[in-house]
């Protein structure tokens, strides 16, 4: 090509390869061998299996194009048979988010797009700019598991997760737990921001879903009071606000380095922070709490650490303490960390996804596999990790020696003495939120259920299981179970006892509260008054979205959309243009589909039936086994001897602990009569 004085331009055209022989570097995929990939495509075949099985197909005598197909090939291929329906409706990918939300507004009050604002928009109303983007999902099947499995004082976790898309919109997840102990997601909630008015009008649409206020909640969050704040500006103040404790000692974890020291004093530091979390007794934790703060403080080693504890964590012990939480049985909010790591890990197959719309159907794709879970625990039960550990504490309980447990009131209360003398009362509750035997976390040969009996152990005051104390009193003395049943269904709750938005939030945002007007109260109140049957709404939900095997009905839904597509290719051009482009696009598609092939049947197996089993090979790692590294100066959680020694350490009554570090140092057989001072325990 070259460009003439005049400004004409000459180009010269090469009917044949000019520069290169016509090798298979330059050649692209013929017509049947991209109908032949799309088939497998459309048959939902991975690609690693498509690329598997298309570079073995190929001619072995010869470098053949089969054998250069890589994965961008199959991309291309992809969409121009138009085979990522249902996930990218546009090139662009806020014009495809968009289209996903167009096609699902239209099922009306069944639809999964709760609450849409795009950026380019505001959204005065609710304090979002023209910068914010959100977009809150909630089926009806969550909505009808709410209805099921909420009452007073159940757990709600909120927390958010980052790296689902391109644009830093992080996912923040609201979520209960269900009858087994395992996590039930109520809603979900993409922004650009996670901050007190995001999450404000997140809450709010959930609650004007819902048709009333989530109240009574016991609400565990992180260390950051976002979510806190929010809740109870839109909830009201929850039953109680307890922090994670994975979440509390990771940040203590992370804050050692502010402690002049070797690792030593570090690791000693940290675990009697966690023997003084796990102070069962009120007073006793106050006691140890206050002698902490001021040893901390009169060390110059610890004094930086000390100032911190005491500004983050010592003027609110009620959020992380177990003598705080015991009885609550919640303990962290795992459940909730692990469906985003599942999220993240099995339905983005731990890829960085870019685009929203797959991050989007990514999320759909969780939701159905758990509802499908769901469905299963209903009606055919489930076994989880928390009927193992019931079993296993049984297997504990009837070993303890049966002298340790006396009878304080017959039937009622019960006494177990522990191995280092404390004492555990095991009680009868009065009631239960279910019938005798719909409980699903249940002892068949104790035949008690985790709400019959109630201990002040830290295992059953934490965790949603039936401790061991539990399991030796009932196989001693075998009591007769009085519980009377108390339903605690949250629908059958009259709406008017939700807790006022105006009157419970006016200190904290004034402004905010007085923009919500009667009418949109009066909707909050009326919008969920009957309560929903959950499997006929997951089932609902399954039907809707799976693909319909009507041919009359399909052939009409297409006459239909091909009717209004001719009259907008009537007024413009370029939709003409776009439409007849996708139209070859359609018909390679039909083209792939006719032409996809066809599975092999499995084939039987021909070995008879008692035929021994051959041994198998196995493997075996012949690595040696690192070192044991010294518990002492291992940042790790103590345990009961280290417990009491730290402990006693705050009150000053332990041996000495020198700096020479001798062969006695350590004792934690030590006298009690001998004194010593904090700062010298490290």
């Not at 109240?215 to 922090?243: C, F, I, K, S």
């Not at 009697?272 to 040893?295: G, H, N, S």
């Not at 159905?368 to 309980?397: A, E, F, P, Y």
Request: neutral net charge.
């Amino acid at each position: 090509m070259g460009l003439c004085a005049a400004g004409d331009v000459n180009v010269t055209y090469y009917s044949e390869h000019f520069g290169h022989s016509c090798d298979v570097a330059h050649q692209q995929l013929t017509r049947d061998e991209r109908t032949q990939v799309a088939g497998l495509l459309a048959m939902g075949v991975p690609y690693d299996d498509v690329l598997h099985r298309m570079q073995l197909s190929g001619d072995n005598s010869s470098v053949s194009r089969l054998h250069f197909l890589t994965k961008h090939d199959l991309n291309n291929i992809t969409r121009d048979f138009n085979l990522s329906k249902g996930i990218t409706h546009c090139t662009n990918d806020a014009d495809s988010v968009a289209a996903w939300v167009a096609l699902n507004q239209r099922n009306g009050e069944q639809s999964l797009v709760r609450y849409i604002k795009f950026q380019g928009e505001s959204d005065e109303e609710h304090g979002l700019s023209a910068d914010d983007f959100m977009l809150v999902i909630m089926s009806e099947a969550q909505i009808a598991g709410l209805q099921q499995l909420y009452h007073p004082k159940k757990e709600v976790a909120m927390d958010s997760t980052h790296g689902t898309n391109a644009y830093d919109y992080q996912l923040t997840t609201l979520m209960t737990t269900d009858e087994h102990g395992e996590g039930f997601p109520i809603a979900f909630c993409f922004s650009n921001r996670v901050d007190e008015v995001a999450m404000r009008t997140f809450l709010t649409i959930c609650k004007r879903t819902i048709g009333r206020s989530i109240d009574d909640a016991v609400l565990m969050t992180d260390d950051a009071e976002v979510y806190a704040n929010a809740w109870v500006q839109v909830m009201g103040p929850p039953a109680h606000r307890l922090l994670c404790t994975w979440h509390i000692d990771r940040a203590w974890r992370k804050n050692l380095h502010k402690i002049e020291g070797d690792s030593f004093l570090k690791a000693t530091v940290y675990k009697t922070l966690r023997a003084m979390m796990e102070i069962r007794d009120v007073d006793i934790f106050r006691e140890r709490l206050k002698e902490f703060v001021e040893a901390a403080a009169s060390d110059s080693k610890t004094e930086k650490f000390g100032i911190y504890f005491h500004n983050e964590y010592a003027s609110r012990p009620q959020l992380w303490a177990f003598c705080h939480r015991l009885g609550l049985r919640v303990h962290h909010n795992m459940h909730l960390e692990a469906l985003h790591r599942v999220l993240k890990h099995v339905h983005m197959k731990g890829q960085k996804v870019r685009r929203m719309d797959k991050c989007i159907y990514a999320l759909l794709r969780f939701m159905r596999s758990k509802m499908h879970d769901r469905l299963l625990k209903v009606h055919k039960g489930k076994w989880t990790r928390h009927l193992s550990g019931i079993r296993n504490r049984h297997k504990r309980g009837v070993l303890c020696d049966r002298s340790l447990v006396s009878v304080v009131r017959s039937d009622q209360v019960y006494a177990v003495r522990g191995r280092k003398g404390e004492m555990y009362i095991v009680e009868q509750n009065d009631s239960m939120p279910h019938s005798s035997t719909t409980c699903p976390l249940r002892c068949e040969p104790c035949n008690i259920c985790v709400h019959t009996f109630v201990c002040n152990c830290v295992d059953a005051g934490l965790r949603y299981t039936i401790c061991k104390h539990v399991h030796l009193v009932v196989s001693t003395f075998k009591p007769v179970v009085s519980c009377t049943v108390e339903e605690l269904a949250w629908e059958s709750q009259p709406s008017d006892t939700a807790p006022s938005m105006e009157t419970e939030s006016q200190n904290e945002d004034d402004d905010f509260m007085s923009s919500m007007s009667v009418a949109s109260e009066e909707l909050v109140r009326t919008n969920r008054a009957g309560s929903l049957n959950e499997s006929e709404v997951i089932l609902q939900d399954f039907s809707s979205q799976q693909m319909q095997n009507d041919v009359l009905r399909d052939i009409a839904a297409a006459e239909r959309d091909w009717t209004s597509i001719r009259a907008e290719m009537d007024d413009n051009a370029e939709i003409a243009a776009a439409v007849r482009e996708q139209m070859g696009r359609l018909k390679a598609l039909v083209t792939a589909l006719k032409n996809k092939p066809q599975l092999r049947p499995m084939s039987l197996p021909q070995e008879p039936t008692n035929k021994k089993v051959t041994k198998q090979r196995y493997f075996m790692s012949t690595k040696r086994k690192p070192k044991k590294r010294n518990a002492e100066s291992t940042i790790c959680k103590p345990d009961c001897k280290e417990k009491q020694f730290l402990l006693a350490t705050l009150a000053g009554n332990v041996e000495v602990v020198s700096s020479a570090r001798t062969t006695t140092d350590h004792n934690y057989e030590a006298d009690t009569r001998d004194v010593i001072a904090f700062e010298h325990s490290y």
